[in-house]
C-alpha cells in the first residue's frame, strides 16, 4: 500500500500521522479538496473513527485512514471524551483548555488519558481498528507551545513536563496516535 486518504480536516493530525507513516504516503482532505463536515454521531471514539473512514472511503474508494481521539478525565466522568473537539462550543482552544483547568480545579483525582480509536478502512469487508491510550493527568496551568489541542494541559508525571512542552519527536515516540499507529504499521507489514 502506497498511499492513504486520511479522514481529518486537521492539518496537525496530517503532519504528526504523516511522520510516523514515513514510506507510505498519507493524503489529505485538504490535498483532495474535501470540505464537507462528516458528522460524527456515534457514541463511541471507535464508531466515530468508522462513520469517517466509511465516508470518505465511499467518496475515493481508497485505502482510509481516520482517527477519533480524544481527552478523557476521570473526574469528570470520562468527559470530554468523544466531544473533545467541540467542548465548549465554537470557542478558541486556548479557552477550551482554561474551561477544563476551572472545572477540575477543586478536585484531588486529576488522572486523565488521551484516547486514539484508528481504522484502517481497506472496504467494507475488510478493516482494522486499534485503541490506544496515554495516561497522565490535568495540570493546574496551561505551559509549551508544541502540539496542539489539549496538549498544554496534559501532564506527564514520568517526564515531569506536558505534552506541549514535549519536542515532535519526543510526543511522537509515545503518543496515544503514535501507539495506535504502530500497531497499524505491523498488521500492513
Do not use: W
Request: net charge negative; hydrophobic share 35%; with cysteine.
Amino acid at each position: 500500500m502506497e498511499k492513504i486518504v486520511v479522514a481529518t480536516h486537521n492539518e496537525h493530525k496530517v503532519k504528526e500521522l504523516q511522520s510516523i507513516f514515513g514510506h507510505i504516503e498519507l493524503i489529505s482532505l485538504k490535498t483532495l479538496g474535501y470540505s464537507k463536515e462528516i458528522i460524527e454521531d456515534g457514541n463511541s471514539f471507535f464508531e466515530n473513527a468508522l462513520i469517517k473512514a466509511k465516508t470518505i472511503y465511499n467518496e475515493y474508494g481508497m485505502a482510509v485512514l481516520s482517527d477519533d481521539s480524544g481527552l478523557c478525565i476521570e473526574a469528570l466522568n470520562g468527559e470530554p471524551g468523544i466531544h473533545s473537539a467541540r467542548f465548549g462550543g465554537n470557542i478558541p482552544q486556548s479557552e477550551k483548555n482554561e474551561l477544563i483547568l476551572k472545572m477540575v480545579k477543586d478536585k484531588k483525582n486529576r488522572d486523565a488519558s488521551f484516547l486514539c480509536s484508528l481504522v484502517l478502512y481497506m472496504n467494507e469487508r475488510r478493516f482494522y481498528i486499534i485503541q490506544e491510550e496515554l495516561k497522565g493527568e490535568i495540570t493546574k496551568e496551561a505551559k509549551g507551545i508544541n502540539g496542539f489541542g489539549y496538549d498544554p494541559i496534559f501532564f506527564l508525571p514520568e517526564y515531569n513536563k506536558t505534552l506541549a512542552e514535549l519536542d515532535e519527536s519526543e510526543k511522537n515516540l509515545i503518543s496515544h496516535r503514535k501507539k495506535a499507529s504502530n500497531a497499524i504499521l505491523k498488521l500492513l507489514s
